[in-house]
């Protein structure tokens, strides 16, 4: 059961444009979105979260924009750059009772930003 | 380099042989994460450590997998009798908050490769 999906296995943008990565998620107990970026042979890096009470949070060259009603939330990296080239899982945890906080991945969108 | 390590970053084995990976966290960091990726996936949680304790596994992980944080400080993942199922790249991260409010940080990776 993929809570978290990620339905672009890969995206191909100008040097310059916008890169616009796409999650959708099915848990509607996620109370906190986050991605990464990983590049080859290294581990995942965080970039940028959004709590589930806000619609969006920017930080740079980076905004994510949550839309919970469609439980949809997205990437926007405005202008894009060639070291933006990796790959970029969404995330997103809740609390429930009991259990430890932790983080659900989808499957994860290839950036390819071209000069 | 004060990130989280991990060791060995590959290892190659026959099927039915026991392997062990270790993770030393970032020091101040009292919660340990495994996650386990294969080709394709994010990665996927496996188990929880606050400290020394085990808080918590997830249902990936079979009776043959074992892991331990002696002391709240590194831990180990040992698999045994390995399956080629097995074969994926063994993500250990740390925190000192709860991931859904902070970052983990990411080891490079232990790949497994059961032939």
């Known amino acids: 059961d993929q809570q978290v999906k990620q339905n672009s296995p890969s995206l191909s943008v100008q040097e310059g444009r916008i890169s616009i990565l796409n999650c959708d998620y099915t848990?509607?107990?996620?109370?906190?979105f986050l991605w990464y970026k990983k590049y080859p042979a290294e581990g995942p890096t965080f970039l940028i979260s959004?709590?589930?009470?806000?619609d969006k949070n920017e930080d740079g060259r980076f905004t994510v924009f949550l839309n919970k009603s469609a439980k949809h939330l997205s990437l926007h990296i405005v202008p894009s750059q060639p070291g933006d080239s990796a790959v970029y899982f969404c995330a997103a945890s809740w609390v429930a009772a009991g259990t430890a906080s932790k983080l659900t991945f989808g499957t994860g969108t290839r950036l390819q930003v071209t000069l | 380099d004060t990130g989280v390590s991990q060791d060995p970053r590959h290892k190659i084995t026959k099927r039915g042989q026991n392997v062990t990976f270790r993770c030393d966290p970032i020091s101040e960091h009292n919660r340990l994460y495994w996650y386990r990726q294969t080709l394709g996936q994010g990665p996927e949680f496996l188990t929880y450590?606050?400290?020394?304790?085990?808080?918590?596994k997830s249902r990936l992980l079979s009776d043959r997998f074992s892991a331990e944080r002696p002391k709240g400080s590194f831990s180990t993942l040992e698999i045994q009798r390995t399956e080629q199922g097995d074969s994926a790249m063994y993500l250990c991260?740390?925190?000192?908050?709860?991931?859904?409010?902070?970052?983990?940080?990411f080891g490079e990776g232990s790949r497994l490769t059961v032939l």
């Open positions: 991260a740390s925190s000192n908050r709860d991931p859904g409010t902070g970052e983990l940080f």
């Open positions: 848990n509607s107990m996620f109370d906190y």
């Open positions: 959004i709590s589930s009470i806000k």
């Open positions: 450590f606050q400290n020394e304790a085990q808080l918590e």
